[in-house]
């Protein structure tokens, strides 16, 4: 191996690692802007907001499973409810019937225990 071709090899291998920790810095900067995004007081209403209708969701069609339905099926329906009590100002009606009757069957379970 002459001098020649191991200063070329010196050379190529210097230029890899610099191109390395050109990449690795680029990495920190990177991450470092995506964590001040995560961080800011949106991106974490957004976050628990997802992970609120992710459960809610799960759970009504856990509550649809032994039916048969999807969720998919049954939203067209539900809306079409929704925009029919709207529009005929019975949707805060409704949300009361709804919370009471949570209530009640939290009371019932309550009772049973």
Known sequence: MTKDVAHAALAAQKARLIAQGDSYRVGLVRSRVHMAQGLRPEALLHGAFDQALGFATARFEHLLAPTGLRLQTVMPYLIAAVSFMARKKLL????????????VMWWIRRKRR
């Open 92 to 103: 805060k009606p409704a949300i009361g019937i709804g919370v009471a009757a949570v209530g």
